[in-house]
């Protein structure tokens, strides 16, 4: 089973370029999301979906978007990297039937550094 | 803002101890609280999920409460085992979609 799949694991990006994480998941979840992870901060909330064709923004979306075209499919797209924006991303899905009790399941991450 | 919180932030135990982690939140609107652990380099691995509605949850060693009108939560973890080593989140959700996390505490388990 390979659940939340993220690519790449590792990304250096100089100040200004941009690029997209790929988040996929093969659970046919309706809910996607992406985090971030900052050391001494929690998890933060960028985006999230709750179903193709609809996304809506999180705790920290400025400098980040999102489409959701398939149920499968969740980029985060860095429009003009920032040293700032330096951190660990992590996408996570969840079924979401009967409700939001249903528990995350979270890809291994993707480190990425600006310079 | 709902803010989470983990104390304490680092754990050291010898193996066959049992242990308690901790957790605060301050907004008690929350529809769930989850405990995750979390491997070095890796992501998040989903352990336990309480409901609003219940007091806690139990999975094997591991046993979670619930107390929403205080805004706390404990993990409890019986006969502590090496491979328990990682570090535990922590994480309430809201309405908004939105699960806050704490920062964790990274637990150490010695043979």
């Known amino acids: 089973n390979a659940g939340v799949t993220q690519t790449p694991k590792f990304q250096v990006l100089k100040t200004g370029q941009s690029m997209t994480l790929q988040c996929a998941q093969d659970?046919?979840?309706?809910?996607m999301s992406w985090y971030r992870q900052d050391p001494g901060m929690g998890l933060r909330l960028i985006h999230y979906?709750?179903?193709?064709?609809?996304?809506d923004q999180g705790e920290v979306p400025n400098g980040y978007n999102v489409s959701r075209s398939t149920t499968e499919d969740f980029p985060l797209r860095l429009l003009s990297a920032a040293p700032s924006q330096t951190s660990v991303y992590f996408c996570a899905s969840s079924p979401r039937t009967g409700g939001r009790n249903s528990p995350l399941h979270f890809g291994n991450g993707t480190r990425l550094t600006v310079t | 803002k709902q803010e989470v919180t983990q104390i304490p932030a680092a754990l050291s135990v010898p193996e066959g101890e049992n242990l308690v982690l901790n957790c605060s939140f301050t907004?008690?609107?929350?529809?769930?609280l989850q405990w995750f652990r979390q491997d070095p380099g890796k992501g998040l691995t989903s352990l336990l999920l309480i409901q609003s509605s219940q007091r806690e949850q139990t999975s094997g060693r591991l046993n979670a409460s619930l107390d929403k009108s205080s805004g706390r939560s404990t993990l409890y973890i019986a006969a502590s085992q090496p491979g328990d080593s990682a570090t535990y989140l922590c994480a309430v959700e809201t309405g908004a979609n939105n699960l806050f996390f704490g920062t964790g505490t990274r637990l150490t388990v010695i043979p």
């Open positions: 907004d008690s609107a929350i529809y769930n």
């Open positions: 659970m046919n979840h309706e809910y």
């Open positions: 979906s709750v179903g193709a064709g609809i996304t």
